[in-house]
T-cell receptor
Framework: DGGITQSPKYLFRKEGQNVTLSCEQN?????MYWYRQDPGQGLRLIYY???????QKGDIAEGYSVSREKKESFPLTVTSAQKNPTAFYLC?????????????FGPGTRLTVL | AQKVTQAQTEISVVEKEDVTLDCVYE???????LFWYKQPPSGELVFLIR??????QNEISGRYSWNFQKSTSSFNFTITASQVVDSAVYFC?????????????FGTGTKLQVIP
């Protein structure tokens, strides 16, 4: 079955550590996205990518980094510079970056900083 | 700037009742798309419907229906004869083209609890 996988489902990190969240899709989609979800705030865009080896900052990119070396993969690194990283992180993809495309979401990774 | 408002934070209904989830949006563009997504307890958002700004026809899909009114910038979602499986957080979203990419603004979500 086609879809998006994210791992791990739960992640615990000590302050000062970098951590990488995995996102893989087998939908052959060009565009991929990372969102952060906090209680009562909806989804906020961290980074997006429309094509391999290209990505752009979203609304809240500070303290995060990404790479897009393969079409299927779009990992997100939460760096120690992110001041409040505890949140639920959702990866999504769409066929292209056109505005009419629905986005397909992964099951999310819940990150907790101890 | 884009904005999506879902004023209802949480709604509780008894099974078989009808329920309407409100969504009001703001945009300066004439071409845009509106979406509804469902987020069950498992976490992933599931696409429910897309509407473009030029199509104001209401749509019905089984127990779900959507009312798009451009005059009031609203895109409301009604569930008829609600069921426990409808319990989830529902997000309304506005999508526009911005510099060649899809800019999506999500509302803050409405948590629906259907009580058996």
């Amino acid at each position: 079955d086609g879809g998006i996988t994210q791992s791990p489902k739960y992640l615990f990190r000590k302050e000062g550590q970098n951590v990488t969240l995995s996102c893989e899709q087998n939908l052959n989609h060009d565009a991929m996205y990372w969102y952060r979800q906090d209680p009562g705030q909806g989804l906020r865009l961290i980074y997006y990518s429309q094509i391999v080896n290209d990505f752009q900052k979203g609304d809240i990119a500070e303290g995060y980094s990404v790479s897009r070396e393969k079409k299927e993969s779009f990992p997100l690194t939460v760096t120690s510079a992110q001041k409040n990283p505890t949140a639920f992180y959702l990866c999504a993809s769409s066929q292209t970056g056109e505005s009419y495309n629905e986005q397909f979401f992964g099951p999310g990774t819940r990150l907790t900083v101890l | 700037a884009q904005k999506v408002t879902q004023a209802q934070t949480e709604i509780s209904v008894v099974e078989k009742e009808d329920v309407t989830l409100d969504c009001v949006y703001e945009t300066r563009d004439t071409t845009y798309y509106l979406f509804w997504y469902k987020q069950p307890p498992s976490g992933e958002l599931v696409f429910l419907i897309r509407r473009n700004s030029f199509d104001e026809q209401n749509e019905i899909s089984g127990r779900y229906s959507w009312n798009f009114q451009k005059s009031t910038s609203s895109f409301n979602f009604t569930i008829t004869a609600s069921q426990v499986v409808d319990s989830a957080v529902y997000f309304c979203a506005l999508s526009e083209a911005l510099g060649g990419y899809q800019k999506v603004t999500f509302g803050t979500g409405t948590k629906l609890q259907v009580i058996p």
